[in-house]
């Protein structure tokens, strides 16, 4: 396994086991505020899974989905799972292909820029991965405040221990 695989399966993984650890909250405390990014816990697993479907809408170069269309989609964890696992799929086949065909210093447009700008595909991929672990790290944060003392840490090397043993 090269390290483009080890670090999107780790991305998905350890938010999917984040959203896993998070099933015995209520819905009151799923949507309870904190002083976080203006967020609750719901909202945060939100955006991380919304922002991967977007940047795989511009990375494709197909129409982006609208952040209402986005919105319309399950908000449930069981949704957010699916949702997920399909948004890391699709993140999982461009970069492969990005890697394959090294591209990595090749650029796309970013048509929600206003302008809209060039990014590298490389710099993308790469920023969602690390977008991922920062609010990671806050929904944690949440967690704890909720209760649940007992998550993931989410470091690469144990979910390679945990996945791969």
Partial sequence: MDLLDRLLAHDVWSTNQLLIQSKPLTDSQLDRPFDVDSR???DCFVHIVQVMETWNDLLYERPVRSRGELMAKPRTLDGLMARLREAGDDLAVISRKIARDDRWDDVFTDVLDNPPQKKTFGGTIAHIITHS?????????????????????????????????
């Avoid at 672990?133 to 945990?162: F, N, P």
Wanted: proline share 0%; glycine share 8%.
């Fill in 40 to 42: 609750t816990l719901r």
């Fill in 133 to 165: 672990m920062h609010h990671r790290a806050q929904a944690m944060y949440m967690m704890e405040q909720l209760g649940i003392k007992e998550h993931i840490e989410g470091d690469v090397l144990s979910w390679e221990m945990t996945v791969h043993g």
